[in-house]
């Protein structure tokens, strides 16, 4: 315990910048997307035809959050990218870590009244 404090206080004596360098280069870093489960007033649900990955198909809207954005600006901001909607409010349904991609995913729900 004795090394961990000394270490510790050996580390905060390090400028800020210099502690945010090393733990950028050691810490795993992840993408971060965001999606929305769309569903309309008879509980149809939002497919978009993917474009960046040809042959994958169809799936719900969204995409990367940019730095520093929160999830659910980043939501907005690809609802509105995408299909030109504009929404108010949402509920987040799931947060999920794929280790193998490096990569979370956060899914939200917008409902009509929402919209």
Do not use: C, Y
Not at 5 to 19: A, Q, T
Not at 68 to 95: A, N, W
Not at 96 to 112: C, E, F
């Amino acid at each position: 315990m004795k090394l961990k404090n000394l270490l510790g206080s050996i580390w905060r004596k390090f400028p800020k910048w210099v502690r945010r360098w090393v733990v950028e280069r050691i810490e795993d870093k992840f993408t971060v997307t965001v999606a929305a489960v769309i569903v309309d007033d008879q509980n149809r649900v939002l497919l978009l035809k993917h474009v960046f990955r040809p042959g994958t198909g169809w799936g719900i809207p969204g995409g990367f959050i940019k730095s520093l954005e929160q999830p659910d600006d980043g939501i907005k901001r690809e609802l509105m990218e995408e299909v030109g909607l504009e929404i108010t409010d949402l509920k987040l349904i799931t947060v999920v870590t794929h280790s193998h991609v490096n990569q979370v995913i956060i899914r939200s729900l917008v409902s009509p009244l929402e919209i």
